[in-house]
Structures are given as C-alpha cells and as structure tokens.
C-alpha cells in the first residue's frame, strides 16, 4: 500500500475522474458544445468556453509521446520496480496524461500504440498504468 | 532624441549573492545581499530608486511587500512576477519605466532552495503514484527521448551541452563545478533518468541576484558602460497544455522573430547567446527553435566547437545552471552585462556587440531579450 499522497477523491470537480480510475476507466469532460475533450477538469471548455460538459469514458487508447527511464532506485516506494518506464501519454480523444508501461524499457518507442490498464493504488482509488497494445515479442 | 531612444532602457547596476554571511539565510536575505551589491555596483543610493520589482520562488519567498519593507523602500511603483528566468522582470521594468511609472527600477531575486530543498522536485496531482521522482529529471528524460525519436540523436549529441558548458566554467572562477568533463567521461556516467545524465540536470543552490535599470538618458551618468536593452518578445502558450508538441518549444522561433525586429536586428548580429538550461536537453531544443541550428543539429553543432571561447556564436559562456549554478535565469543577465562590459577576463567573447538571453517558464511561457552596450 502507497505511502504517499493520495488524490482527494471529494474534489467536486475532479472526482468524477477519480472514481472513474477506480472502476477501470479513464472518464474526461467533454464539451457538449465543440466536443473538445479537456484534462484537467475545468468548469468550461477552455476551446469555446460553453459551460459544462459530460464525463465521458475515453477509450483507454493513445500513443507514447516520450517516455523516462528509472533504472535506479531514486525513491523507496518505486525501488523494487527498476527498472520502470513512465511514458507521456497522448490519448486519442486529445488529452496527454503520464502513465507507468507495465513492458520491459527496451521494448518501448515514440509513437506506440498503447492501451490503458488498471490497478487498486489503495482502498477505492485507481490508477491506470499503461502497456503496449501489441507486444513487440510477439 | 528620436522616441525609441527615449523610451529606451538600460541595466547599469549587477549584483549577486552566492554565500551566506550568517548561517540560516532566507531567500530574502541573498536578495537583498544581492540589490546592495547592484546598487554599489550602478553607484547609487536607495533613495534614488522609485521602483520595486520583484520576482517570486516557486516556494512563494521574495515578493514586492517583503522585499519592499527589508530595502526600505516607498517607491513609486513596485510589483512581483511569481515566475522566474529574469527576462520577464525585465521587460516589465523596460515598461515601468517607458511608461513613467518610475525612472529606476530594482529588480531582485533570492532562493534558498539549494539548502532547503528543490523548488522542483514536487508533483501534479498523483503524477508521483506512477513513479515519476524528480519532476525537472523525469521532464527532461521525456523530451529528449522525444528528440532523440524525431532526429535520430545519440546520447553523444545532448553530452555536447554539458561538456561545451563546463569547459566555459573552466573559465569562470565563479562558477560551481570546476572539474574537467569530457565526453567520455559523460558517457561513462551512469544514467540518472534515462536517456539523461546527471550532467545533464542543474542542481539546487541558493542565491540572489539584482540588476538596477533606468532610462539610457539617466544611464550615461553611472560608473560603467550602459547595457540597452535593444529588443524584447513573449509567448504565453497557456491554452495549448494538451498539446505534448509544447514540450519541445518550437515557439521559440516566432519570439527571437518578433525580439530582432523590434530591435531591427538579424540573427548573424548575436554574438553571444545565453539559453536558460535546467536541463541540458533545453539547450538543444531551443538552439533550434531560434533558429540558430538545423533541426536536429544542435549537438554536432555543439560539439564541433561553433558556440565554444573563438567560436561563431559563444553560448552560455558563464557555464550556465549546469556548471555555474542554478540561479533561474538570472546570473545569465549577469554574464551578459558583464560580457558587454568586457570584463569576463579569459571568457570575455571578442568584439562583442549583441547578446541575446532565451528563457521558458516550464514550457507555456517563453521570452526573448536582446542587448547592446550603449557605447
Ligand atoms: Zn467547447
């Protein structure tokens, strides 16, 4: 279990992400006017700037932008993981989000397609990590 | 006098703080260590300032009222920018005093960061839940992956910055890191964050730094030459957040475009070019976007000794945050004021005529200013 500091789930404007994290999806406002999709969580569209918006559930699917290495321990609650990779990930929908790719560093590239997927951080608090929509391997 | 000589402006004190005199300084302390050493440095007292701006660490310390009240001051004019890289500051006091608010304006800086901790090393919502320790190290692990996938970059190609920037260290008695790094011995560094080094990264140090600025009329009374300010640009790309492209600061071009029109200069005019550069993979990215490499070129471009001492364009010739210290942009105005003083010593770039400084707020702001010594 996570030592370190959890999102506030009662943050009226966020949890909706949140919660979604923790039921295994990836859920972001989109603009009922432009249809823009936007993270962070905003009460307007920052395209068209109509209020609102509905929380939609994403696809889960993007595309590795850039992507860091931790070969070494830097920090006691990652340590047992390195060597890790944490990609910047652009969604399809639009938004770019950090994840950490569950595959091997050296199978990782620019431009991949990758696929959400989701774990318990702690009691009713998820967290999507990321791995390669096909393994290269195979 | 024709109105652009009118309303021009120029830095005519410096001063930097880098010790502290009593243990337990603040960030207030080294800025203030800092603006008595400027205002001894432009020959003037206090009371011949009547403007105040400030600039704020990401930590929230060295604001206008704080300052305003350990200077002493009643100034006619005084604010804050709570972001840093001193190009900012000074187009705003370039603007104070254009506009008459005030006719000599102070502007400080001060961090204790180095023995409090970094500024940096903090993270957005749960961004730390995926692992990604240190923000400023994971940043730059990303880009120049980036870079890398985009131009075929070897890890020999980001080295180049580091090395190019401790040999003008070298240079420089001032400057923190002093040891010889070639770029064998940066290959053979193990990896911080990978593709990165920890050449590749600033450290945290505390400091302050000020500069005193007035309108060229009142500069040319002041004990040494005047340095202009010839031209200035922004960006504020802050609608544009969900684009990762950001990232890589193209956006950079469009601002040294609009910074050498207003000053009716060319690229070929800049002798000496200061890049702000947490990180070394900044460098590379923004040679480019200004448009003094080749996409993709700025390592060998680096590397093949074109911005080292006798070089066509000298860059970051103090050492920069990499190997002078970190001060967020605001030694590189001193090395530029310094260098168009001539007073550099074995660094000092020959006939030197226009400098330029090029800085990004965590990619969403960026600014240009390009300066003269009002000979
Ligand atoms: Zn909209």
Same mark, same amino acid.
């Given at each position: 279990m996570t030592t370190l500091p959890l999102p506030d789930m009662s943050d009226p404007l966020a949890s909706p992400h949140w919660q979604a994290l923790s039921q295994g999806r990836i859920a972001m406002q989109r603009c009922g006017a432009c249809g823009h999709v936007r993270w962070p969580a905003a009460l307007s569209c920052p395209e068209c700037l109509t209020e609102g918006g509905e929380w939609n559930t994403l696809s889960g699917r993007g595309t590795i932008w850039g992507y860091a290495v931790y070969?070494?321990?830097?920090h006691p609650e990652f340590a047992g993981l390195c060597p890790y990779a944490v990609a910047l990930v652009h969604l399809e929908e639009g938004p770019m989000i950090h994840g950490r790719m569950l595959d091997p560093p050296e199978e990782l590239d620019c431009g991949l397609p990758v696929v959400a997927v989701f774990e318990q951080l702690a009691d009713g608090i998820g967290i999507a990590r990321f791995r390669l929509e096909q393994s290269r391997g195979s | 006098m024709d109105p652009a000589a009118q309303h021009s402006v120029a830095i005519v004190g410096i001063g930097a703080a880098t010790r502290q005199a009593v243990p337990g300084w603040r960030a207030e302390d080294y800025a203030l260590a800092a603006a008595r050493a400027a205002l001894a440095d432009a020959g003037i007292?206090? *009371?011949?300032?009547?403007g105040l701006v400030t600039c704020k660490t990401l *930590? =929230?310390? =060295?604001g206008d009222i704080v300052m305003g009240r350990a200077l002493g001051l009643n100034p006619a004019y005084s604010a804050t920018l709570d972001y840093g890289t001193c190009n900012f500051s000074i187009h705003l006091a370039a603007m104070v005093i254009a506009a008459g608010l005030a006719d000599t304006v102070l502007l400080t800086y001060g961090t204790d960061q180095g023995s409090r901790g970094g500024d940096f090393s903090r993270y957005g919502n749960h961004d730390i839940h995926h692992g990604m320790v240190d923000a400023i190290g994971s940043m730059a692990a990303l880009m120049f992956r980036r870079y890398q996938y985009l131009h075929g970059a070897s890890e020999a190609d980001l080295g180049a910055v580091a090395v190019a920037q401790r040999r003008w260290a070298l240079l420089n008695p001032d400057a923190l890191h002093r040891e010889p790094l070639t770029i064998t011995d940066y290959l053979a560094e193990p990896h911080y964050i990978a593709p990165v080094r920890p050449s590749d990264i600033a450290g945290f140090h505390d400091g302050g730094a000020a500069l005193i600025m007035t309108s060229l009329r009142r500069a040319r009374d002041q004990p040494h030459v005047p340095v202009r300010l010839a031209g200035m640009a922004q960006t504020a790309q802050l609608g544009n957040l969900a684009n990762p492209d950001n990232y890589e600061r193209r956006w950079m071009g469009d601002v040294a475009d609009r910074a050498l029109a207003t000053a009716g200069a060319k690229r070929s005019d800049v002798g000496l070019l200061m890049i702000q550069d947490p990180a070394s993979v900044w460098v590379l990215q923004m040679l480019e976007a200004l448009g003094f490499a080749e996409p993709g070129g700025a390592g060998a471009m680096i590397a093949a000794g074109e911005t080292a001492l006798g070089g066509k364009l000298p860059l970051n010739t103090s050492g920069g945050h990499l190997s002078e210290r970190y001060m967020w942009g605001w030694f590189h105005i001193l090395e530029i004021v310094r260098q168009l003083r001539g007073a550099c010593g074995a660094r000092q770039v020959a006939d030197l005529h226009m400098a330029m400084h090029a800085s990004t707020m965590v990619a969403q702001k960026g600014s240009v200013s390009l300066f003269e010594a009002a000979l």
């Open positions: 070969e070494t321990p830097l | 007292d206090k *009371s011949q300032v009547n *930590s =929230g310390a =060295g």
